[in-house]
């Protein structure tokens, strides 16, 4: 009998240990996924006078030299201008990178930014026309007009009209 409560103990011990793997396996499955995110947000604007895109990206991290924005991919039109890569991101937080382009009125600027370990985030940015001031100008903008009073003399005789009818 001895025998077979040695085999025994093995057999609870081998069980035990394909358990604790098992465990641990699915533990990996959905901690890794929560570790490894895409960029949580990104804001694109255009400096005109500097002809400079800014490329503001949030990605927080723990470790930025080991988990980071790896590439940034700028198209304009659908034609690629910047493809940058990077082997960490300067912050475990919000940073920007700048670059040079040189985009006409109508042109629609693409940026993605993708995380070394999973996931990416794309912003679009429509170019409309001159947004800054060119060196010696004044940043007034040009004279207004003020809107008419529209429909609210019209309401007040109305519920004037209505009140006295009602007497």
């Not at 057999?11 to 240990?17: D, G, Y």
């Not at 396996?25 to 947000?41: K, Y």
């Not at 400079?52 to 470790?63: R, S």
């Not at 690629?80 to 919000?94: E, F, I, K």
């Amino acid at each position: 009998m001895h025998g077979s409560t040695s085999t025994h103990r093995h057999n609870v011990s081998l069980n035990h240990i394909l358990t604790f793997l098992m465990i641990a396996v699915c533990a990996g499955v959905i901690v890794l996924p929560a570790a490894a995110h895409a960029p949580s947000d990104m804001f694109l604007s255009y400096n005109e006078l500097s002809k400079e895109l800014n490329v503001t990206i949030t990605h927080q991290v723990p470790n930025p030299q080991a988990h980071y924005i790896q590439e940034v991919h700028v198209t304009i039109n659908g034609r690629t201008v910047h493809d940058v890569h990077y082997t960490g991101q300067p912050t475990p937080d919000t940073f920007t990178f700048t670059y040079p382009v040189v985009p006409v009125p109508g042109d629609t600027i693409e940026v993605t930014a993708t995380c070394s370990i999973a996931g990416s985030v794309s912003r679009t940015m429509y170019m409309p026309g001159p947004t800054a001031t060119n060196p010696g100008q004044t940043g007034t903008p040009p004279p207004t007009q003020r809107a008419g009073p529209g429909m609210v003399p019209v309401l007040g005789a109305l519920l004037i009209f209505l009140g006295l009818w009602r007497r």
